[in-house]
């Protein structure tokens, strides 16, 4: 993303990586971010919880002109009592190794509000991401490391391939612009945090996989959730109206998960992202 998109990042939040700007430019310009996003459904690392989580979260960004970042988000689940969720926090760093060549290094921490539902990532509550992107022009790569410590520690590497394409026109005026940019992402990894969350939730887990007749919840098959393996494919298409100043944004990504510990019962699944975002320079 070009303009507002600039100097934003993307925290990780109930859902894992929320898609609010897709781009690793470094602006040398202190900025403030502030963004509202929409999921229709609480993804984490490919991996989904056994109930539908819809949700709303708002983020902070504030850029120093140095590189470094701080951000904050609060996530509400719809349908639950707390009005808050989750509340994540962290620090970070951006930087160009060259025109083309850039990443980012940050550390998360996740605060789970009691009382919240039991979404999927709750078993870890800490992560370190480092990131490095490349820009050919005709396409753009990254690949992220994350490891995640808590209750469960995992380490996942995600690589993505993605086409940034802005039309010549306007949409009202000169001042405003479309962008689409389609992509592909594959994540592999460890999953501990799903054995953690299936020990937790074992309950509403047997609710969810109850065979009719059966008095005694079925043992589920034990896996070996520490070793690494491909977790899931997706497939990203975002739409986005920009201006100088924001964006709004619609996304949809078609994710099919690979390896899942049979308790879970993932299947492929459509997600839905709606986005806005409004850049402050200082």
Known sequence: MLNAAATTVIPLSIAGKRITADTDTVARKASVSLGVNYGSDVQFFGRTGPIKYPY?????????????????????????????????????YLFNYSKNFAGTFSYTHF?????????????????????NSYDWSFVKTSGTFDYLFGQANDYFISLNVS??????????????????????????????????????????LYFNNHIPGLDVPPLFDRYDNGR????????????????PHYTFEASWKYSIPLNVEGALKNHKELFF????YYLFFK
């Open 56 to 92: 709303m979260a708002g983020d902070a960004i504030y850029n120093f002109k140095s590189g470094f970042f701080l951000y904050g988000s609060a996530v509400n689940v719809f349908g639950y009592t707390p009005i808050v969720d989750e509340i994540d926090g962290g620090a970070g």
């Open 111 to 131: 605060f789970f509000m009691n009382q919240a539902p039991p979404v999927i990532m709750s078993a870890s509550s800490n992560d370190i991401d480092f990131k």
């Open 163 to 204: 086409k940034y394409i802005e039309p010549a026109w306007g949409v009202f005026d000169d001042k405003d612009y479309l962008s689409f940019n389609p992509g592909v992402s594959m994540i592999m990894g460890t999953q501990n945090f799903v054995g953690r969350f299936s020990t937790e939730n074992q309950g509403e």
């Open 228 to 243: 690494f393996n491909v977790l899931n494919y997706s497939f990203k298409l975002p739409i986005a109206y920009n201006r």
């Open 273 to 276: 992202n709606l986005t806005f």
